[in-house]
């Protein structure tokens, strides 16, 4: 007869003669020849040294075998599944998963009697990791406890009879001097001076995440820094934080401080006009808040400068000249950053120049005017429109009349005719008398006497 011993006992002695074989697990009986309706009980006795988590009984087989010949064999194979004495259990709990320096932490300790018979000499025991943490207290619930330690938190518990419980909970705070980024790992453990075969469920182990590292600041984004706005309600914006725990934001606007959750942006209320600073900060979860970014400031201004006063050419000029020159006076206002040029309807920003050259432009009339922007992009009213004209053409020459030519002449004041220039616009008239050359105007009739 042979016996395979199950997983985590120990040979102690058998009867009838069994033996151990070298390898230690097996035990073997030879027993000879057995009479027939023989009936003989023989004893294993096994001392229970491992037990596997995740199996709580003991699966032990045993064959009997003779010599070959034997036609009913179904019944040489016996197998028993014992349950292991099960009695004291404790779970343990932790909240929250991840804390911060200076924040609460609660383990909680549920203990209980599963078995059938009261469990005596109860002990349950806790060791905290007392250099992290700060004003750790308990209470208890259920059964009740006397402490027995204060660093190792152990405790003498009322014998427990089947089905009885309790609950032992602690609370801490995290020190306020961590540093980094951790795992604080913490066992409870109970025990009795009764039979508790089964103990993988006497200890409970629990993990929690201590989070000191603070989330990298965000970047700024606009307004840009020393920027001038316009807008009296500007939204502010910044990147979000590179730190993947990130979960909200503190803005710091102009002194003033608050929590816009996980926004990247905030649009502020009225303002007047000044200078106004701002900056941003990231938090997480657990609290950790990081350092802020660079601190920033804009300039609210809604008022738009003076319009500049025109100079050249001055308004209803006349020129032959196809290329000119705009002049203007700068504007009084000081934060005047620019001008617009509105050249015969079209506009353009000729940057902080009170100059602009037309280039090469054809016959006609223009009109012109200007207007000062600031940094803010403010614009003023546009200066009064000015005209000037462009004309490069000359007029058709006129047709002389008398006296004729080689005409001779007795008088000494001759008066010299011509017919009018057939050009519109013509303004008068330039006589050449041998070689010396008089304006002589718009004449009516078309004539000079000399």
Same mark, same amino acid.
Not at 327 to 339: E, P
């Given at each position: 007869?042979?016996?395979?011993?199950?997983?985590?006992?120990?040979?102690?002695?058998?009867?009838?003669?069994?033996?151990?074989?070298?390898?230690?697990?097996?035990?073997?009986?030879?027993?000879?020849?057995?009479?027939?309706?023989?009936?003989?009980?023989?004893?294993?006795?096994?001392?229970?040294?491992?037990?596997?988590?995740?199996?709580?009984?003991?699966?032990?087989?045993?064959?009997?075998?003779?010599?070959?010949?034997?036609?009913?064999?179904?019944?040489?194979?016996?197998?028993?599944?014992?349950?292991?004495?099960?009695?004291?259990?404790?779970?343990?709990?932790?909240?929250?998963?991840?804390?911060?320096?200076?924040?609460?932490?609660?383990?909680?300790?549920?203990?209980?009697?599963?078995?059938?018979?009261?469990?005596?000499?109860?002990?349950?025991?806790?060791?905290?990791?007392?250099?992290?943490?700060?004003?750790?207290?308990?209470?208890?619930?259920?059964?009740?406890?006397?402490?027995?330690?204060?660093?190792?938190?152990?405790?003498?518990?009322?014998?427990?009879?089947?089905?009885?419980?309790?609950?032992?909970?602690?609370?801490?705070?995290?020190?306020?001097?961590?540093?980094?980024?951790?795992?604080?790992?913490?066992?409870?453990?109970?025990?009795?001076?009764?039979?508790?075969?089964?103990?993988?469920?006497?200890?409970?182990?629990?993990?929690?995440?201590?989070?000191?590292?603070?989330?990298?600041?965000?970047?700024?984004?606009?307004?840009?820094?020393?920027?001038?706005?316009?807008?009296?309600?500007?939204?502010?914006?910044?990147?979000?934080?590179?730190?993947?725990?990130?979960?909200?934001?503190?803005?710091?606007?102009?002194?003033?401080?608050?929590?816009?959750?996980?926004?990247?942006?905030?649009?502020?209320?009225?303002?007047?006009?000044?200078?106004?600073?701002?900056?941003?900060?990231?938090?997480?979860?657990?609290?950790?808040?990081?350092?802020?970014?660079?601190? #920033?400031?804009?300039?609210?201004? !809604? *008022?738009? =400068?003076? $319009? +500049?006063? /025109?100079? @050249? %050419?001055?308004? &209803?000029?006349?020129?032959?000249?196809?290329?000119?020159?705009?002049?203007?006076?700068?504007?009084?206002?000081?934060?005047?950053?620019?001008?617009?040029?509105?050249?015969?309807?079209?506009?353009?920003?000729?940057?902080?120049?009170?100059?602009?050259?037309?280039?090469?432009?054809?016959?006609?009339?223009?009109?012109?005017?200007?207007?000062?922007?600031?940094?803010?992009?403010?614009?003023?009213?546009?200066?009064?429109? #000015?005209?000037?004209?462009?004309? !490069? *053409?000359? =007029?058709? $020459? +006129?047709? /002389?009349? @008398? %006296?004729?030519? &080689?005409?001779?002449?007795?008088?000494?004041?001759?008066?010299?005719?011509?017919?009018?220039?057939?050009?519109?616009?013509?303004?008068?008239?330039?006589?050449?008398?041998?070689?010396?050359?008089?304006?002589?105007?718009?004449?009516?009739?078309?004539?000079?006497?000399?």
């Amino acid at each position: 007869m042979t016996d395979t011993l199950p997983l985590g006992v120990e040979y102690v002695d058998a009867s009838a003669g069994g033996t151990l074989t070298p390898a230690g697990d097996q035990v073997v009986w030879d027993l000879g020849d057995v009479d027939i309706c023989t009936y003989e009980a023989i004893t294993l006795t096994l001392h229970l040294v491992g037990v596997d988590p995740d199996t709580p009984y003991l699966n032990n087989q045993v064959e009997v075998n003779t010599m070959p010949g034997e036609p009913y064999t179904d019944d040489n194979v016996a197998t028993s599944v014992d349950p292991l004495p099960d009695l004291l259990s404790i779970v343990k709990s932790v909240t929250p998963a991840r804390v911060g320096p200076g924040q609460p932490l609660t383990y909680t300790l549920a203990f209980s009697n599963t078995g059938q018979t009261t469990a005596a000499g109860v002990a349950t025991s806790d060791i905290l990791p007392v250099g992290h943490m700060t004003n750790i207290s308990y209470t208890r619930g259920g059964a009740a406890i006397t402490p027995t330690g204060d660093v190792s938190y152990t405790w003498q518990v009322q014998d427990l009879a089947p089905g009885e419980s309790g609950v032992i909970t602690i609370t801490a705070l995290i020190s306020p001097d961590v540093n980094g980024t951790y795992s604080l790992t913490n066992r409870a453990a109970i025990a009795t001076t009764s039979a508790d075969l089964y103990w993988p469920n006497n200890t409970s182990v629990v993990s929690s995440t201590v989070d000191a590292d603070p989330p990298y600041p965000p970047a700024l984004a606009s307004p840009p820094d020393g920027a001038a706005t316009n807008h009296d309600t500007p939204t502010l914006t910044w990147n979000p934080s590179t730190s993947a725990d990130t979960v909200g934001y503190l803005l710091d606007f102009d002194g003033a401080l608050q929590d816009v959750g996980s926004a990247t942006q905030y649009t502020t209320s009225i303002l007047v006009e000044g200078t106004y600073t701002w900056t941003v900060a990231a938090y997480d979860a657990v609290g950790n808040t990081g350092i802020y970014a660079g601190v #920033w400031s804009f300039t609210v201004d !809604t *008022t738009a =400068p003076e $319009p +500049p006063a /025109l100079a @050249s %050419p001055a308004d &209803g000029t006349l020129t032959s000249t196809n290329s000119i020159t705009l002049t203007w006076q700068t504007s009084s206002s000081a934060d005047a950053a620019g001008y617009l040029l509105d050249f015969d309807g079209s506009v353009v920003d000729v940057g902080s120049t009170t100059q602009h050259a037309t280039g090469v432009i054809p016959d006609g009339t223009y009109t012109w005017t200007v207007a000062a922007y600031d940094a803010a992009s403010n614009t003023s009213a546009f200066t009064g429109t #000015w005209s000037f004209a462009v004309d !490069t *053409t000359a =007029p058709d $020459p +006129p047709v /002389l009349t @008398s %006296p004729a030519d &080689g005409a001779h002449l007795a008088g000494r004041t001759p008066t010299l005719s011509w017919h009018a220039s057939p050009s519109s616009g013509v303004t008068g008239y330039l006589l050449n008398l041998d070689g010396t050359v008089v304006e002589v105007g718009d004449v009516t009739p078309v004539s000079y006497t000399h």
